[in-house]
């Protein structure tokens, strides 16, 4: 049984909580894609998650995606949820291709279309889940 998010505790829905909480993992997807990967916490998860390109491309799919919800609750406290998803859709997509970007300027790091792939491929299946959950939003028309 899926509990509905009204039934999360009343801190969980409060603003500045949900925004918190895209603050750090924003924080904690940066760290782990633009740090260093040789000798730092960025190798020793990637050695740990199974040390190849699909697991570290599942990474960034994990990464997106839980980034994308995160989002998408925080901005559903200030504007209506279609307008939120939309929102989510586009800052998601931007960052991860800033990220990759970024990555170019990095000693051991490089940009990759497979990884930035895996990032809109999170951001995707955040969305599919959204729709399977019934929560995603319904655009509205007029029948003419």
Not at 1 to 6: E, F, I, L, R
Not at 45 to 55: D, L, P, R
Not at 93 to 107: N, Y
């Amino acid at each position: 049984m899926v509990k509905h998010s009204a039934s999360l505790h009343p801190l969980l829905m409060h603003p500045v909580v949900r925004w918190l909480a895209v603050l750090v993992w924003l924080g904690v997807t940066c760290a782990f894609l633009l740090l260093p990967g040789e000798d730092s916490i960025v190798e020793d998860a990637h050695n740990f998650i199974g040390g190849t390109e699909v697991a570290d491309w599942i990474g960034h799919v994990v990464l997106f995606a839980v980034l994308a919800g995160l989002l998408y609750g925080a901005l559903c406290c200030h504007i209506a949820p279609p307008a939120a998803l939309g929102a989510t859709i586009w800052i998601t997509i931007v960052l991860g291709a800033a990220i990759e970007a970024a990555q170019l300027l990095i000693d051991s790091r490089g940009a990759s279309v497979l990884d930035a792939a895996g990032n809109w491929l999170g951001i995707a299946l955040f969305v599919v889940w959204l729709w399977r959950r019934g929560q995603a939003p319904a655009h509205h028309r007029q029948n003419r």
